[in-house]
């Protein structure tokens, strides 16, 4: 059964366009933040909205991230409240993207994998990467949110083996989220040489979509995997805006309007066919 992760992914590349998926945190600096931050860029038409859930040990999250993390959990942010937030949301405001939760397993783990999964799938949810879950050990999660229309996104990075790059493709769903460089999450000014000839690699052993994060933070940079992505994730770029409202005391309107000036130049050259 086509998910509606699949679904956006087969209409862009019908139209020869990229997408674009920004990442925020959740609850940073609230959830009523949260949830407008989304519609911003829902109205900037991203093509689809991963959302960090806070934890006390990022996996392979660089410092913007982390402290985002940090402030929200600071405030006492409980999972429930979370879902809450997205569900009212997915019920209230249409049409959204599809939203991808980016959740460590023991968030999952603490609250059972079964009701995890169909909690997040009520309040709106489209799919789930769990950084800290390998390959080896997901195929029993894979396929409990494959059955409750969940796709289960799996990372691959530059130091996977070609091994278990193929245990990877042969349980993902959805898309592939592909590390663009060894280490954390950031700004980067250049993307490295050894990512094209991966994604190349990549493009003949799987006919799922492949999505690029780490390190991408200027619209220029999507021009650099055209042909060779089929879309782009960024996170720290838009995260720094978000913090500013705690950080700098900049005030949520002007926050939302950089982040969806940002998303919208990303947009825009994304979808340049």
């Known amino acids: 059964m086509s998910s509606r992760i699949s679904e956006t992914f087969e209409k862009l590349q019908a139209e020869n366009r990229m997408a674009f998926m920004p990442f925020i945190t959740a609850g940073d600096p609230d959830l009523a933040t949260t949830a407008l931050t989304i519609r911003e860029l829902a109205s900037r038409g991203v ?58 397993y023991a968030i999952i783990f603490r609250m059972g994998p079964e009701a995890f999964v169909k909690t997040a799938r009520e309040a709106g949810f489209s799919g789930l990467i769990v950084p800290d879950l390998p390959a080896d050990e997901a195929a029993d ?25 193929q245990r990877v493709l042969e349980i993902a769903r959805g898309f592939i989220y592909c590390i663009s460089i060894a280490g954390t999450t950031g700004v980067r000014d250049q993307l490295p040489a050894e990512l094209l000839g991966q994604l190349k690699w990549l493009k003949t052993q799987t006919k799922l979509p492949l999505a690029v994060g780490f390190g991408i933070s200027r619209p220029e940079q999507v021009d650099e995997l055209r042909g060779l992505a089929d879309g782009v994730i960024v996170g ?20 939302l309007q950089k982040i969806g000036t940002l998303a919208a130049g990303f947009v825009a050259t994304a979808h340049r066919a």
């Not at 999660?141 to 790059?165: C, E, F, K, N």
């Open 141 to 165: 999660m894979s396929a409990l949110a494959a059955a409750h229309g969940l796709d289960l996104v799996q990372l691959i990075a530059p130091t996977t083996t070609a091994a278990r790059t």
């Open 236 to 255: 720290s770029a838009i995260v720094r805006q978000m913090g500013a409202i705690t950080t700098d005391g900049t005030s949520t309107v002007d926050a």
């Open 47 to 104: 093509d689809l909205i991963e959302i960090g859930f806070p934890y006390s040990d990022p996996i392979a999250d660089g410092p913007v991230i982390q402290a985002s993390y940090t402030r929200s959990l600071g405030k006492g942010l409980q999972i429930s409240q979370l879902f809450a937030t997205i569900s009212q949301l997915t019920k209230t405001h249409t049409p959204l993207p599809p939203l991808v939760g980016m959740v460590a």
